[in-house]
């Protein structure tokens, strides 16, 4: 089962960096997420979602090779592959996978202007290791779908080796 991290950041970039450190230490194999996507809430307010992977790009890309293939039966490629891209697009872009949008831009918005936040889905982790590493970063947990419990264990870890790190 999966669970929902959210954690606010003083900007997009200390965000984007703590993601982009995450993603190195799933290649170690110390952590397995499902979707981790850097929220910022600009000076104006509005909201930009930073996704780690673009559906649209990867429907199009998708639907560009099979519809190669499937021209190539027909004897136009070149027709097969313009229309499974514009196609596999479409259906990229309808495609919500992992963390709700919706659900972070509302949180999102309830973020100072200029901050951002880091949505994790995290499957698997060796919070031993993980947690020492990010929390060097600062960061505030804002929401979890961890049990009471769980997420009080998970705050005191973090303030621990926030403690440690500085």
């Known amino acids: 089962m999966s669970h929902l991290i959210a954690i606010s950041y ?12 995450l993603f190195e230490m799933q290649k170690q194999k110390l952590i397995t997420l499902a979707d981790a996507c850097v929220v910022e809430r600009r000076q104006d307010g509005k909201i930009k979602l930073h996704q780690a992977a673009s559906m649209t790009g990867m429907g199009a890309a998708s639907g560009a090779l099979w519809g190669g293939l499937i021209g190539l039966l027909f004897f136009m490629p070149l027709l097969g592959m313009a229309l499974g891209a514009a196609g596999g697009a479409a259906g990229g872009a309808l495609t919500d996978v992992g963390v709700d949008d919706k659900f972070m831009k509302d949180l999102g918005a309830k973020l100072e202007p200029g901050t951002a936040a880091l949505f994790l889905l995290v499957v698997q982790s060796t919070p031993d290791k993980v947690i020492p590493d990010i929390a060097q970063y600062g960061g505030h947990i804002l929401q979890t779908s961890l049990g009471h419990e769980e997420e009080e264990q998970l705050r005191e870890t973090v303030k621990a080796a926030q403690g440690v790190n500085a």
């Open 10 to 21: 003083p900007d997009v970039n200390t965000a984007s960096l703590v993601r982009d450190r």
